[in-house]
């Protein structure tokens, strides 16, 4: 009797564990398309974010005076290639230093989390209107 407790071997059996990985399959199946959601939400947050960031330096350059209101409506990708944008300008400085002068400001050029690496376009108006989109998508402000 003794002999045959020690001969006795522990462990699973093929059925138990077959069981448990199909369980652990079907939790894992559950839980990526969640994980690609909150992924999403995040970039789609951290897009607003920047978008907030931006209109806010550019709102701060305005009140400083460290660039002046257009004279007509203008927007502008925010990339930092210092192409003319027209009739935005920073005092002392060229029209084409103000993708620049934001950036300057920012300590440097944000780009979108939702279109992996595409730049923010900036609209500006005459009266001081300040709008940030993505593309050609408005996101802040909010409508």
Known sequence: MIKNLKN??????LIELIIVIAIIGILAAIA?????????NANEKA???NAKTIAG???TLLAEEKLKLPTADVTFVLDGDDKDIGTITA???ASGKIEQTIIDYLQSNPTSKVT???NFSIKVTTNGEI?????????????
């Open 131 to 143: 709008s940030v989109l993505r593309g050609a998508q408005p996101i802040y402000p909010i409508n």
């Open 32 to 40: 990526l398309p969640k994980f690609g959601e909150v992924r999403k």
């Open 8 to 13: 006795k071997k522990k462990g699973f059996t």
């Open 57 to 59: 330096a550019v709102t």
């Open 47 to 49: 897009d607003l974010a």
């Open 91 to 93: 005092p002392g400085a």
């Open 116 to 118: 992996s690496g595409a």
